[in-house]
């Protein structure tokens, strides 16, 4: 039986985001899209996004700044974990100035043998621009685009009203339910007609906020702040006028699932964690998911297919999750990258491999060797080529408004934008 | 000073003289001896050899001049291989170096090809992919740098014969520092930890080393008869396991296709190269005697013909590539019936993966393991494809009928059953044939999937049709103002030729 209508089940900004992305691919083709929103149970008021959030604002033919703007969104070059070591900074950038500058990382590595404590955030404009609390989006600078990636977070009950408005302009069916069981909705006569389901859960969501507190008495950081205790991660967010405290628990780190079973998508999708956005968790897994779109909901080797990439991007996750914890045992990044500098190739999207060696660096592994097609350059050619591209970066960090002064151009931007 | 760091290679065919090139390239003089040692006494395989698209950046990446290359190995171009009486006995596929049609609204071009209503409505799948349509007209030209335009989507590679291009790099590895040796091991010291300490040579000679590359073939003298490292036999899937090569005159204006013919138990191959043309056969010998596969192979090449050399070997993999300090490439690691052109492409492979994970010891455990896995997952997907061809079949003979119902491995047996459902192969990011080649070859031998993307069920077939036989008829016009092969390599030969610069890819630069 042809898919003609999809249900998706659950509450937030995860059920405006699906019903968003699959009615932008799938309404031409005649789904329609019906959201059974149920009750909010997590109170997890801010939500993380790498830049698939903006991809998916030009998708639906929104405006990225309105948006931002609208939910008072602030920017972060990455996360910073206290318990590493050099300054603990870990982002999703490149190293260097553009992907060109190949093996620079074993540039940088050499250099980092010879002097230890520089830290690794001195090799990528955003980890600079991090450390100086500065700045700016690479529209000036395209060719720099990979190495100023950042991520966004944003009010995410703002943003879920303006999905679910955007959706309903859209034809999104919109129903509330109360918090059954969705067996129970299935024999409705509105869960009846559904031939797909998506079940949006948050099992492993963190502690409410331990506080919210508005920007008069601090700045607000362009990178956020993680702190190891006992048995948790206590994360600061800052939006573009508050900031934002979460506990998280650490045993373990809460991870994303996604599995397929007959006509319904299970995607468990923690609201916050502690590097990796879980929102990116939820577009890939919706991403695949349209890209395998099935004929019929009930397709037993397309869902094993599915089952199969989504338990791959899962490994790659929790892989990075646990070495990004003391005590865990050496996975094979670790090992790899201890031996030789390099990364194992990695199937999906899950973990830039920037993020793996800001990592390992910060963890404080350093590699026997590094890369042996450099080797025949002695360290007189190799390190003053780093630090030229190092002092390149440093000034263009330094040319960043201050990140502060920025949210006040990009607030009064979107004041322009939205005609507030 | 620095105490130099020995690597030894031992076998000088393709893949030895690959592996010494590389690392004549890579690795600094300073810090290492490099020797290959070969016996003049032991034969290489040396057969033609058909490669893919990845040769042009393994030759880029050493420096190698494209056009002093053909030249020195003979080398004619490749843009595809033609496979015929795969699947059906009259079937006739090319598995083309490029994309099929274009991405369109992120539904893949075969959906819409399928909706419309197939090789019924319109036409071979053959008539959407730019480098299957040169390859079958024997003609050819260079990819061009606008990716507007449909003849910038596509890769090419070369036939070239083996020995001239072991020969090649012989001179190329040597005049970069590598000593040869011309000998034959006779025995395999080892440490106590079970590294391979030194090899004594027939003239009584003992070379020690640290790194130790096993490129002897088939029988693996390091990996396997010193070290053990065991022999996952692949035969159940793929049981050909003989081969016969004979030579032939060269074709004038060849074609510039690999031909892959499907016979009674296994299928013939011809490999044009500019002074001859490389055939052989490969057959189960279960099904098909020597003697029968022989006048097969001389029924189907004619009386220029040698007489056939006989190649016996076992499809599988080393259970480990790398063990203890040795490393073994090429046939020494697996070996993978030569179907879809991927020898010389899984020994760069292992070569550029050694490279980037160069241990700085012998103890560099993380590097081994990665290096294993990588291998293995590159050996598996291969073999997949390959099982694929030999699986997906319609044919009479006992031994296609066997093969048509053999227990797949269950790797293989999830993307078929996918694509039947859904029309839809995922794909993978290591590994060689990404989706656009499984579904060549799935719609080449009438895999036809119970259904396409739901999608693009909104677009009327016959609006479909119109746009693609549009695009076919264009894509048609554009082959014709393509020289023929035999212009493209006269004008190589007169080194007017400016090749582009090598792709990652094997389709070339993407369309979508």
């Given at each position: 039986m042809t898919i003609r209508h999809v249900g998706i089940y659950g509450h937030g900004l995860a059920l405006q985001v699906s019903a968003a992305l699959l009615n932008h691919h799938l309404s031409d083709a005649g789904v329609t899209i019906h959201t059974f929103n149920t009750p909010?149970?997590?109170?997890?008021t801010v939500c993380e996004w790498d830049d698939t959030l903006l991809r998916l604002c030009q998708q639906f033919k929104g405006s990225p700044l309105e948006w931002l703007s609208r939910c008072d969104g602030g920017f972060s070059w990455g996360v910073h974990c206290?318990?590493?070591?050099?300054?603990g900074f870990i982002g999703p950038a490149l190293w260097g100035?553009?992907?060109?500058?190949?093996?620079f990382e074993h540039g940088v590595l050499r250099l980092k043998a010879q002097?230890?404590?520089?830290?690794?955030?001195?090799?990528?404009i955003a980890g600079q621009a991090a450390r100086l609390g500065r700045f700016n989006f690479a529209s000036q600078h395209p060719q720099w685009a990979e190495s100023m990636q950042f991520t966004v977070q944003c009010d995410a009950g703002k943003l879920s009203d303006l999905l679910a408005a955007s959706n309903e302009a859209n034809g999104v069916q919109h129903y509330s339910v109360p918090r059954d069981e969705l067996s129970s909705l299935r024999l409705s006569d509105d869960g009846k007609a559904i031939d797909l389901w998506i079940h949006l859960t948050d099992t492993s969501a963190p502690q409410p906020e331990i506080s919210a507190t508005p920007l008069t008495a601090s700045l607000p950081l362009p990178v956020t702040q993680l702190s190891l205790q006992e048995d948790a991660l206590i994360k600061r967010v800052w939006l573009s006028n508050q900031e934002f405290c979460f506990q998280l628990n650490t045993s373990p780190l809460a991870a994303p699932t996604a599995e397929w079973q007959d006509d319904t998508i299970v995607i468990d999708v923690p609201p916050?964690?502690?590097?990796?956005?879980?929102t990116s968790f939820l577009v890939a897994s919706l991403e695949q998911l349209l890209e395998q779109w099935?004929?019929?909901?009930?397709?037993a080797a397309n869902a094993a297919a599915y089952n199969s990439h989504m338990q791959q991007y899962c490994r790659e996750l929790n892989q990075f999750n646990q070495a990004l914890l003391p005590g865990n045992t050496q996975g094979m990044p670790e090992r790899l990258f201890a031996d030789c500098a390099r990364l194992p190739v990695m199937e999906?999207?899950?973990?830039?491999r920037w993020q793996w060696f800001c990592l390992l660096c910060g963890k404080g592994v350093?590699?026997?060797?590094?890369?042996i097609a450099l080797q025949n350059d002695p360290d007189s050619t190799i390190l003053p080529l780093v630090e030229k591209v190092t002092a390149h970066i440093s000034s263009t960090a330094r040319a960043m408004p201050e990140y502060s002064a920025f949210l006040q151009q990009f607030e009064n931007a979107g004041v322009n934008a939205t005609g507030r | 000073m620095t105490t130099k760091r020995n690597i030894v290679i031992l076998g000088g065919g393709t893949a030895g003289w690959m592996s010494a090139a590389a690392l004549a390239k890579f690795i600094p003089a300073t810090h290492y001896n490099i020797t290959l040692i070969a016996s003049g006494d032991i034969g290489t395989v040396g057969v033609g050899e058909a490669t893919i698209p990845h040769i042009r950046q393994f030759n880029e990446l050493l420096g190698i001049d494209e056009n002093t290359f053909i030249k020195e190995v003979g080398a004619t171009y490749k843009l595809a291989i033609r496979f015929k009486g795969?699947?059906?006995?009259?079937s006739d596929y090319c598995h083309g170096?490029?994309?099929?049609g274009e991405v369109i609204n992120d539904v893949e071009f075969h959906h819409y090809y399928l909706r419309a209503g197939g090789a019924a409505t319109l036409?071979?799948?053959?008539?959407?992919?730019i480098a299957a349509l040169a390859a079958r007209a024997h003609r050819f030209s260079y990819p061009l740098n606008?990716?507007?335009?449909?003849?910038?989507h596509f890769g090419y590679a070369f036939h070239i014969d083996a020995s001239l291009y072991a020969n090649y790099l012989r001179k190329y590895s040597v005049a970069r520092g590598v000593t040869f040796i011309d000998g034959q091991v006779t025995d395999v010291l080892t440490h106590p930890?079970?590294?391979?300490?030194s090899l004594e040579l027939s003239d009584g000679q003992q070379l020690s080393g640290d790194l130790f590359i096993d490129?002897?073939?088939?029988?693996?003298?390091?990996?396997?008869?010193?070290?053990?490292?065991g022999y996952e036999n692949w035969q159940h899937w793929l049981p050909c396991d003989s081969a016969q090569a004979a030579a032939s005159n060269a074709i004038d204006n060849p074609p510039s296709y690999t031909l892959s013919a499907a016979h009674q138990a296994g299928w013939r191959w011809q490999i044009p190269l500019q002074h001859r043309t490389g055939n052989g056969i490969v057959y189960a010998s279960e099904w098909l005697s020597d003697e029968q596969a022989s006048e097969q192979l001389i029924a189907a090449i004619?009386?220029?013909?040698?007489?056939p050399r006989q190649l016996r070997f076992v499809t599988g993999k080393r259970?480990?590539?790398?063990v203890n300090n040795c490393v073994a490439i090429g046939l020494a690691s697996g070996f993978l019936e030569p179907l879809e052109s991927t020898s010389l492409y899984l020994v760069q492979a292992a070569i550029e993966k050694l490279i980037e994970?160069?241990?700085?010891?012998?103890?560099s455990h993380g590097a081994r393991d990665a290096f294993n896995q990588y291998i293995d997952t590159e050996y598996e997907r291969v073999r997949d494809f390959l099982i694929f061809h030999y699986y997906q079949n319609q044919r009479d003979e006992p031994f296609w009928r066997a093969m048509s119902t053999m227990q797949l491995p269950d790797s293989l047996q999830a993307r078929i059953a996918q694509f039947k459902e859904s029309g839809h192969f995922n794909a993978y990011?290591?590994?060689?044939?990404?989706p656009v080649s499984w579904t060549s070859l799935a719609l080449g031998q009438a895999l036809r999937p119970d259904t396409v993307s739901q999608?693009?069920?909104?677009?009327e077939p016959g609006a479909i049709a119109e746009r693609l036989s549009r695009y076919a008829l264009q894509l048609d016009n554009l082959v014709t103002t393509m020289p023929s092969h035999q212009q493209a390599i006269d004008s190589t030969e007169k080194g007017a030729a400016h090749y582009p610069a090598a792709s990652h890819s094997l389709y070339g630069a993407s369309n979508k």
């Open positions: 909010a149970s997590s109170t997890v206290d318990w590493l070591a050099d300054d100035l553009n992907a060109n500058q190949q093996e002097q230890p404590t520089r830290p690794v955030s001195d090799f990528s916050l964690t502690a590097v990796l956005p879980p099935p004929a019929q909901a009930k397709s999906t999207d899950a973990v830039s350093v590699p026997a060797s590094t890369s | 795969w699947g059906k006995a009259d170096f490029g994309y099929s036409g071979h799948y053959d008539n959407y992919n606008n990716v507007n335009d449909a003849r910038a930890n079970g590294d391979i300490a490129c002897s073939g088939f029988r693996g003298r390091l990996i396997e008869q010193a070290l053990a490292s004619g009386d220029s013909a040698d007489a259970k480990k590539s790398w994970y160069f241990p700085a010891t012998a103890q990011r290591q590994g060689l044939f990404m999608r693009i069920n909104h677009i």
